[in-house]
């Protein structure tokens, strides 16, 4: 499997789809502790709605079908992670515009694109406790296996597991981003929700292979 169809695309999102139905609790918990405690259910329904209109759509073109997909989330869960994720989907589409099929070189130009937009739409960084110190190791990850020939199986199985690290390395930081900000140095210890629904989405991509 070397290149990510339309057909494949579905069938991740589906993966997510259902990945964020059983960690949904789990988000809520996270989230709750020093946020607003609707994580899960801002990940789920906007997943739900992303799985359900990428079934509906008839658009061969991936950069549009894309775009579609991120209008959507914004238009289902308007908050501030329903805003960063539809960003994500949105500064991908620019690099898929035109293809019906994906490479992995084009997955982590996509990846890297919505680091980017991230990072301008949140105004942060690297190291801010975010959504962006899992997003972006997995995207390197990426870049790493693509850089040493890995299919698309190996290059998600390493995303996974490098978002999976990056959520671990949250636990040393301190929120300045959010609700969680107000906690400031009793945020170090907790690892962070965004970060955490980050991961899960990689995961439920990994299982899709």
Same mark, same amino acid.
């Given at each position: 499997m070397e290149t990510v169809t339309k057909e494949i695309l579905i069938r991740i999102l589906d993966s997510v789809e259902a990945t964020m139905a059983e960690v949904k609790e789990h988000l809520i918990e996270l989230d709750g502790a020093m946020g607003d405690g609707d994580l899960g259910l801002t990940m789920y329904s906007g997943f739900h709605a992303v799985a359900e209109e990428a079934h509906r759509l008839d658009e061969p073109d991936l950069g549009k079908?894309? &775009? %579609?997909l991120g209008m959507k989330v914004n238009s289902v869960?308007? +908050?501030?992670m329903g805003t960063l994720v +539809?960003?994500?989907?949105? %500064?991908?589409s620019a690099k898929a515009k035109g293809k019906q099929e994906l490479t992995l070189a084009d997955l982590?130009?996509?990846?890297?694109?919505a680091v980017e937009g991230v990072m301008q739409r949140g105004q942060s960084q690297i190291g801010d406790k975010t959504m962006l110190d899992a997003l972006h190791p997995a995207v390197e990850a990426l870049?790493?296996?693509n850089h040493e020939g890995k299919n698309l199986i190996e290059a998600h199985q390493d995303a996974y597991q490098a978002?999976?690290?990056g959520v671990e390395k949250t %636990?040393? &930081?301190q929120s300045v981003h959010g609700r969680a900000a107000y906690y400031s140095e009793k945020s170090i210890g907790r690892q962070?929700?965004?970060?955490?629904?980050?991961m899960y989405i990689f995961q439920g991509i990994a299982k899709t292979y």
């Amino acid at each position: 499997m070397e290149t990510v169809t339309k057909e494949i695309l579905i069938r991740i999102l589906d993966s997510v789809e259902a990945t964020m139905a059983e960690v949904k609790e789990h988000l809520i918990e996270l989230d709750g502790a020093m946020g607003d405690g609707d994580l899960g259910l801002t990940m789920y329904s906007g997943f739900h709605a992303v799985a359900e209109e990428a079934h509906r759509l008839d658009e061969p073109d991936l950069g549009k079908f894309l &775009m %579609k997909l991120g209008m959507k989330v914004n238009s289902v869960v308007p +908050s501030t992670m329903g805003t960063l994720v +539809s960003t994500c989907f949105i %500064k991908a589409s620019a690099k898929a515009k035109g293809k019906q099929e994906l490479t992995l070189a084009d997955l982590v130009a996509m990846g890297r694109a919505a680091v980017e937009g991230v990072m301008q739409r949140g105004q942060s960084q690297i190291g801010d406790k975010t959504m962006l110190d899992a997003l972006h190791p997995a995207v390197e990850a990426l870049a790493a296996a693509n850089h040493e020939g890995k299919n698309l199986i190996e290059a998600h199985q390493d995303a996974y597991q490098a978002a999976l690290e990056g959520v671990e390395k949250t %636990k040393t &930081m301190q929120s300045v981003h959010g609700r969680a900000a107000y906690y400031s140095e009793k945020s170090i210890g907790r690892q962070d929700p965004g970060a955490t629904a980050v991961m899960y989405i990689f995961q439920g991509i990994a299982k899709t292979y």
